[in-house]
């Protein structure tokens, strides 16, 4: 079986134990993730062979995150070293009607100081099969993008398919450029597009036509179809775009589903309620990992897909951290309607 590859950066988190806030903190629990290196996590636990490729500093903490991700059974064998530091974000994790909020400190660090030719990308998809990046890579610094653009146009002159989790963070936006400058080059590159609305707005200017996309913390699939079509026709390259639904209740409540359009149907998923959330953290990042696993799993059957990718990510809201650390036997177990949570004996 050939090989998935993500690009990105892995950072060092710290979070204030329990749910205390900053101001109450007296010790940082410590957590290892990223967007592209928590799809590369679930893909591993999920048995595809993965590369994570990303560019981390020669010393202790790069040397801890490279550990994580071995443990995981992640494939390192192309990182390249440099950068004076780790990345690192600042996590007070929210509960019940206060939400959780970010800190990132990330200047200087391995992947913001990349640039383009550093990694030799035809060696990196000589036995690769899909490649996956977020839009969090590009926001870090114009060399993170022209890395990204690199990758994803040895992607396609190689054939290998590429995804992209669109990921818009308002906070990283901050050297000069603005997500429209720099997004549409390496999205027209994708040939699956995962995005929420605030991703298609805040990128493309895209928004829902003529209709109220919540109703009563519940959210409507059929009303993104419209987004979903848009998204097709700005970046015609795309055989399938989805969007993960999210309905906030509360920070501890949350409804969740995602629809996938192939341009000709929309598929929706069950919707699932999340009471009691443990970590929504890496939620958008499991089902990513979710829907590459069923795409390459069953290629002919995109509900199936959505579905396990729904299963998957409403599964890692209960798991603490940022990667999603369930199998696939426990993702079709919710998949089959047990959501009883007994203990296995």
């Known amino acids: ?32 993730g990223g967007g592209e290196s928590n799809v590369a996590v679930s893909l591993a636990n999920y048995g595809l062979p993965v590369e994570f490729v990303t560019r981390l500093p020669n010393n202790d903490l790069g040397e801890c995150a490279l550990m994580e991700m071995r443990k995981r059974n992640v494939g390192m ?27 990132y400190d990330r200047a200087h660090s391995g992947m913001a100081s990349i640039e383009a030719g550093m990694i030799d990308w035809e060696t990196v998809f000589e036995n690769a099969e899909w490649f996956h990046w977020t839009g969090i890579t590009p926001a870090i610094s114009q060399g993170a993008a022209d890395a990204t653009l690199e990758a994803i146009q040895t992607a396609n002159r190689m054939g290998v398919t590429v995804s992209t989790d669109l990921n818009y963070r308002k906070n990283l936006w901050n050297y000069g450029k603005k997500p429209g400058d720099i997004m549409p080059a390496l999205v027209e590159g994708c040939d ?22 919540t109703k009563g913390g519940s959210v409507e699939g059929e009303a993104y179809l419209s987004v979903l079509k848009q998204l097709m026709q700005m970046f015609p390259r795309a055989k399938k775009v989805i969007t993960t639904l999210r309905g906030s209740i509360s920070a501890s409540h949350n409804t ?8 000709k149907t929309l598929f929706e998923a069950p919707t699932y309620q999340i009471t009691h959330i443990v970590d929504r953290v890496g939620g958008g990042d499991s089902f990513m990992g979710g829907l590459i696993y069923g795409l ?33 036997k426990e993702v079709e177990t919710l998949m089959g309607g047990d959501a009883s949570g007994r203990v296995s004996r």
């Open 1 to 32: 079986m050939k090989n998935v590859i993500t690009f990105g950066e892995i950072m060092l988190r710290l979070s204030p134990q329990g749910f205390k806030r900053f101001s109450q903190a007296e010790n940082f629990d410590v957590v290892y």
């Open 77 to 103: 064998n192309h990182l390249v070293r440099g950068g004076e530091r780790l990345g690192i974000y600042f996590l007070e994790m929210g509960a019940v009607s206060r939400g959780s909020k970010v800190v």
């Open 296 to 328: 390459m799993t069953w290629p002919e059957d995109d509900q199936k897909a959505l579905n396990f990718a729904v299963a998957a990510s409403c599964l890692k809201h209960t798991i603490y951290g940022d990667a999603n650390l369930v199998t696939v």
């Open 192 to 213: 699956i597009i995962l995005g929420n609305e605030e991703d298609a707005e805040k990128h493309f200017g895209l928004h829902p036509q003529d209709v109220d996309v």
């Open 256 to 263: 969740w589903t995602g629809v996938l359009y192939d341009g």
